[in-house]
């Protein structure tokens, strides 16, 4: 176990509506990345924080965003949902300034219908 | 743009053989390979990582090696068993950047 916990872990919503998911990172952690995993895919990018500030974004849309809060804990809100974002979205967390490993949540597992 | 390309995207091996996975990546600033393995239904787990430094690196049955001047890397694993079974993907980073993923290897260890 990586110490990475992300809720909830299944998620069903309906195109147009807005969800947030959280992540909450590893004891010591100051950098929480964002990913999002389509079916039969490799995990893309969407955003990282650091310090409670956006540090680098993927070529997702501006209605992907994101927070981080002063106990490194994350959330990621994706607003107007689309069929396409149906996916499992995984935070990371990691020590910047010290190694470079991130370490994966379990992941959420957003269903768009 | 930022490129890793990962194959095989199937690999099926008799219990104890080797298997092998291979990577080339594309931004030739990447300094950090790691490895993941993904079982079904988890968040994918490192499983070893090398850096842009160091040619090989091994841990118990796995290794990893890296030819910086060709931008290849690759994954070996030896004496596999039926845990081993999994998706597998390797991935490239300027340090505490963004991964860049490979699309993953579905390695399967047969009986």
């Known amino acids: 176990e990586t110490g990475v916990t992300q809720s909830p872990t299944h998620l069903i919503k309906t195109r147009g509506q807005q969800v947030t998911l959280r992540c909450s990172s590893q004891s010591g952690h100051n950098t929480v990345s964002w990913y999002q995993q389509a079916l039969g895919q490799g995990p893309q990018f969407i955003f990282q924080y650091y310090r409670e500030e956006e540090n680098g974004r993927g070529n997702f849309p501006p209605r992907f965003s994101g927070l981080q809060f002063p106990n490194y804990s994350s959330e990621l809100n994706v607003n107007a949902l689309e069929l396409d974002d149906s996916a499992l979205y995984l935070c990371?967390?990691?020590?910047?300034?010290?190694?470079?490993?991130?370490?994966f949540g379990p992941g959420t597992r957003l269903t768009v219908t | 743009g930022e490129n890793v390309e990962q194959h095989p995207s199937t690999l099926s091996v008799q219990e104890g053989d080797s298997a092998v996975i291979k990577c080339t990546y594309s931004d030739s600033a990447s300094n950090y390979f790691p490895w993941y393995k993904q079982e079904l239904g988890k968040g994918p787990q490192l499983i070893i990582d090398?850096?842009?430094?160091?040619g090989e690196k091994k841990d118990q049955r796995i290794a990893v090696t890296l030819n910086k001047t060709a931008k290849h890397f690759s994954l070996h694993i030896t004496e596999t068993q039926p845990e081993d079974s999994a998706v597998y993907f390797c991935?490239?980073?300027?340090?505490?950047?963004?991964?860049?993923f490979g699309k993953g290897t579905r390695l399967h260890i047969l009986p």
């Open positions: 991935a490239a980073s300027k340090g505490n950047d963004k991964i860049i």
């Open positions: 990371a967390s990691s020590l910047a300034g010290v190694n470079y490993e991130q370490y």
């Open positions: 090398i850096r842009s430094n160091v």
